[in-house]
């Protein structure tokens, strides 16, 4: 089992950028595809963007293309981020990261991924 810890939300006004942080701990993640979800109360869990364990291919929901980039951190192969660029007030809600069975690509389904972080929340408000 992998463990996820995200960081890097908070408040920020219509327009403005976040960088999250997804560090993983307990195992590397190199044959394991992660993936950024997202949630508000009351509705299920969305997918935003993942990226895979084979030449780092990436998979973004329609929402997210050409605002949002995930990607491996330089330094840090078990530390992926999630720019967050043009944000919306409806981009407003708890962020997770979450990490695949071996070899599986990234995917927009939720139960292809086993170990989860515990959330962290971004807030776009003027």
């Known amino acids: 089992q992998v463990q996820l810890i995200e960081s890097g939300g908070g408040l920020v006004q219509p327009g403005g950028s976040l960088k999250l942080s997804c560090n993983a701990s307990g195992r590397t993640l190199n044959k394991f595809s992660v993936g950024w979800f997202r949630q508000t109360p009351g509705k299920e869990r969305e997918f935003v963007a993942g990226?895979?364990?084979?030449?780092?291919?990436?998979?973004y929901a329609d929402f997210a293309r050409g605002r949002f980039a995930i990607s491996e951190d330089n330094e840090d192969k078990d530390t992926l981020h999630l720019q967050m660029n043009s944000l919306k007030p409806e981009d407003t809600a708890a962020y997770f990261c979450?990490?695949?069975?071996?070899?599986?690509?990234?995917?927009?389904?939720?139960?292809?991924?086993?170990?989860w972080g515990q959330g962290t929340q971004v807030t776009v408000s003027s």
């Open positions: 979450a990490a695949t069975t071996p070899y599986t690509p990234p995917v927009r389904r939720p139960g292809a991924y086993i170990d």
């Open positions: 990226i895979g364990w084979v030449a780092h291919s990436t998979l």
